[in-house]
């Protein structure tokens, strides 16, 4: 929940200019819904794709204040962040209705990036990899191996996020080629290889090289070093770095 709408477009024309042509890295950004229609209008002619940071799994109806994939779809979104730490602790939202949203997702031609992460309490307790898969085996229930291929997993240590804490490389690599082998026991492994894992536990310019460079790790959701653009632009030579 951070910045207006003339904000938005500002930060959206800096990454224009500064990352808007990079073909060798693929760039999201996903403001609040009330800046969507505004930065899709400033990043048509770039390569930044823009996503919503949520949504409700029904078209229509009476679900006062919610937002439809349909109506992100109109607005020519392409991803939308799902089972985000904040909104499961937050909103208590639960595996089946993130479950719900992913497969509404799907069907509406959105790229889910679905959240997993656990919390410091579940980690020093021993049971990160019972907690990932949990939330694996809830959020991708019903989902063929084609779709997905479309899916976005974001691991994101809820101990990590806005603490300043991070997870080392290693932590995070760890827990990265937990999630993608598990999607190669639960897809297959042509699959689980072709399928985006990235992290979400505060990756900045200072430390975006060391985790990318780990071989599970395919990129960053990013939260507030994302919020100013040198940062941001950091962030994607970074990763325009890795990938060579």
């Keep these: 929940m951070n910045k207006n709408v003339?904000?938005?477009?500002?930060?959206?024309?800096?990454?224009?200019?500064?990352?808007?042509?990079?073909?060798?890295?693929?760039?999201?950004?996903?403001?609040?819904?009330?800046?969507?229609?505004?930065?899709?209008r400033v990043l048509e002619d770039s390569t930044v794709k823009v996503g919503a940071q949520n949504m409700y799994p029904e078209s229509n109806g009476a679900f006062t204040g919610e937002i439809s994939p349909e109506m992100l779809r109109h607005l020519y979104v392409d991803y939308v962040?799902?089972?985000?730490?904040?909104?499961?602790?937050?909103?208590?939202?639960?595996?089946?209705?993130?479950?719900?949203?992913v497969k509404s997702a799907l069907e509406?031609?959105?790229?889910?990036?679905?959240c997993v992460g656990e919390t410091l309490e579940e980690r020093e307790a021993e049971k990160t990899f019972d907690v990932i898969e949990t939330q694996l085996n809830g959020g991708l229930a019903g989902?063929?191996?084609?779709?997905?291929?479309?899916?976005?997993?974001?691991?994101?240590?809820v101990w990590a996020i806005g603490t300043g804490k991070t997870a080392s490389p290693e932590q995070a690599e760890e827990v990265h080629a937990f999630i993608r082998g598990w999607?190669?026991?639960?897809?297959?492994?042509?699959?689980?290889?072709?399928?985006?894992?990235?992290?979400?536990?505060?990756?900045?310019p200072s430390n975006a090289d060391d985790l990318l460079a780990k071989p599970?790790?395919?990129?960053?959701?990013?939260?507030?070093?994302?919020?100013?653009?040198?940062?941001?632009?950091?962030?994607?030579?970074?990763?325009?770095?890795?990938s060579k």
């Design 108 to 114: 509406n031609r959105l790229r889910p990036i679905l």
């Design 6 to 40: 003339a904000e938005s477009v500002t930060l959206a024309k800096e990454l224009a200019r500064s990352v808007g042509q990079r073909y060798d890295v693929d760039t999201v950004v996903c403001p609040p819904f009330t800046s969507l229609q505004a930065v899709v």
């Design 216 to 242: 599970n790790i395919d990129g960053g959701l990013i939260g507030g070093a994302a919020l100013e653009g040198r940062s941001f632009g950091d962030l994607v030579k970074a990763a325009e770095k890795a």
């Design 183 to 204: 999607l190669g026991k639960r897809f297959d492994s042509a699959v689980s290889e072709r399928l985006r894992i990235v992290y979400g536990g505060s990756m900045k």
């Design 143 to 157: 989902v063929s191996p084609e779709e997905v291929e479309r899916v976005v997993i974001a691991y994101e240590p």
């Design 81 to 101: 962040i799902l089972g985000h730490s904040e909104r499961r602790t937050l909103f208590a939202e639960t595996d089946d209705f993130v479950n719900a949203k």
